[in-house]
């Protein structure tokens, strides 16, 4: 598993409306190849969003970060910042990872 | 919940090595106040760790983000970064967020 960690600046929609305006994103992310979950991460106060990903591995990981980048600079958004990591499963057991 | 993504430069120990020098810190967090779940990070090519953390609430959150912040310097770690952000509960369904 590899883990990809996306967070860049964000003025909005927030919430139910951005659940509505993004569905259809949330959608077609299942779709793409070694996708496993995402958490949608916001927050309105600081203007931040992003998400934390799963993938398979660490080629499906680099495919969506070059594809979402490319995707968020369409919608004008500046300043993005990804990440990949892999999981220490031993700490994060302990630490009652879910899933 | 309130969502802590932390991530810093990190040069080892990695793996089950990491995870022998950090159990007594991962039991640790456990004890934390509003503490629900850590998934631990790590990037030996990058030279980079951190860990995704969910809380109960900002309070907890912005409290531990102080306390760990702490504790990384006294390792002598720097360009440490710590976002705290809400999760959008409605697309992350719809993501096979875990838990």
Same mark, same amino acid.
């Given at each position: 598993?590899?883990?990809?960690?996306?967070?860049?600046?964000?003025?909005?929609?927030?919430?139910?409306?951005? =659940?509505?305006?993004?569905?259809? !994103? &949330?959608?077609?992310?299942?779709?793409?190849?070694?996708? $496993?979950?995402?958490?949608?991460? %916001?927050?309105?106060?600081?203007?931040?969003?992003?998400?934390?990903?799963?993938?398979?591995?660490?080629?499906?990981?680099?495919?969506?970060? =070059?594809?979402?980048?490319?995707? !968020? &600079?369409?919608?004008?958004?500046?300043?993005?910042?990804? $990440?990949?990591?892999?999981?220490? %499963?031993?700490?994060?057991?302990?630490?009652?990872?879910?899933?």
């Amino acid at each position: 598993m590899r883990l990809v960690q996306f967070d860049f600046p964000y003025s909005g929609p927030f919430g139910e409306e951005m =659940a509505r305006a993004m569905e259809g !994103l &949330a959608r077609s992310i299942n779709e793409e190849p070694g996708f $496993l979950w995402k958490i949608w991460t %916001e927050d309105r106060a600081s203007g931040r969003a992003g998400g934390i990903y799963a993938f398979t591995d660490d080629a499906a990981a680099q495919a969506y970060i =070059a594809k979402h980048s490319a995707r !968020l &600079a369409e919608f004008g958004i500046t300043g993005i910042r990804a $990440l990949a990591f892999d999981v220490n %499963e031993t700490l994060s057991r302990i630490n009652n990872m879910p899933g």
